[in-house]
């Protein structure tokens, strides 16, 4: 796997963020089954960048917590049986890796929703990738039923690494 973080801003955290992302990304990856190496590229910016970002990607002149851009239209979320087919458009030529995509999180959300949710930095961020890498994987949340399954894959990934709320 490799992965690309930027932090477009001054802030800092108490944890290592590549760290902490790669070994998210990881768990994630490995649960969902996905057969290749992967490339993911991850920046950090503040509440003014990501509402430029929202605004241009989503037409929504608003701050959010984190924006997923997946490279990979799937047929079913986590169905990574037929991309080789498409190996033009999802692999990288160079090292053979899946672009899966791009995630993008303001560090001032993780950590004001750290704050509000009364648990750690490393906890917010870490669900934040959890919940962007799920997005990378082909799932959504715009149905009810779509949401219960994200939330449970979110708190399961996050439990194999021993970042939950009870653990801080």
Do not use: W
């Not at 790669?22 to 089954?33: A, K, M, P, R």
């Not at 939330?151 to 021993?162: M, V």
């Amino acid at each position: 796997m490799t992965s690309y973080v930027e932090n477009e801003t001054e802030v800092s955290f108490s944890f290592d963020v590549k760290e902490v992302a790669d070994s998210v990304i990881e768990t994630v990856l490995e649960q969902e089954g996905c057969p290749y190496e992967v490339q993911i590229n991850l920046l950090l910016t503040d509440n003014e960048g990501i509402r430029t970002y929202n605004a241009q990607f989503r037409e929504i002149d608003r701050a959010t917590d984190v924006l997923s851009f997946p490279n990979v239209d799937y047929e079913e979320p986590a169905d990574f049986s037929d991309l080789e087919e498409q190996e033009a458009d999802y692999f990288d030529p160079d090292s053979g890796e899946l672009i899966l995509g791009d995630i993008i999180i303001s560090v001032d959300k993780v950590k004001e929703q750290a704050e509000s949710y009364g648990h750690s930095e490393k906890r917010e961020f870490a669900f934040l990738v959890a919940h962007s890498m799920l997005h990378l994987c082909g799932y959504d949340h715009m149905e009810e039923e779509e949401a219960k399954v994200m939330e449970a894959k979110q708190e399961e990934a996050l439990k194999r690494l021993g970042i939950t709320r009870e653990a801080e």
